[in-house]
């Protein structure tokens, strides 16, 4: 089975503001040509401002949202209870528990105080 990913909002701004050189932009690159995830979080931090550059709009068209469901929710009441982290982040990390997604984030202090997600840097890759 083919891995599938759900990208953070830190990496696809660090894509597209091209902060991303070498083996990491090649992977993250590679990632968004196979329609990733995105939570409806990362959708909203996305598009949340008044000037919205034309690449983070095709990208969030392109990728697969992943709303909020009574699983996502209870999921994400769980792990608030077990770790301190931002709502959002909870939300996302619930998102890739339960449809089995790698998580691509910089963010790892955070995530990873969650039992079962399962992360990936890309900044680490060489």
Known sequence: MEKKYL???NVIIDFTGNRLTGAPKAFVGEVIDSQPYISVINKIELLGFS???IE?????DSSQVVGLNEEIVDLTISIRKRAKIKLPDAIIASTCILL???LITRNEDDFGKIEGLSLLNPWTLA
């Open 7 to 9: 990208i953070d909002t």
């Open 100 to 102: 089995g997604l790698t």
């Open 51 to 53: 000037v919205v550059p």
């Open 56 to 60: 983070i709009i095709e990208f969030t």
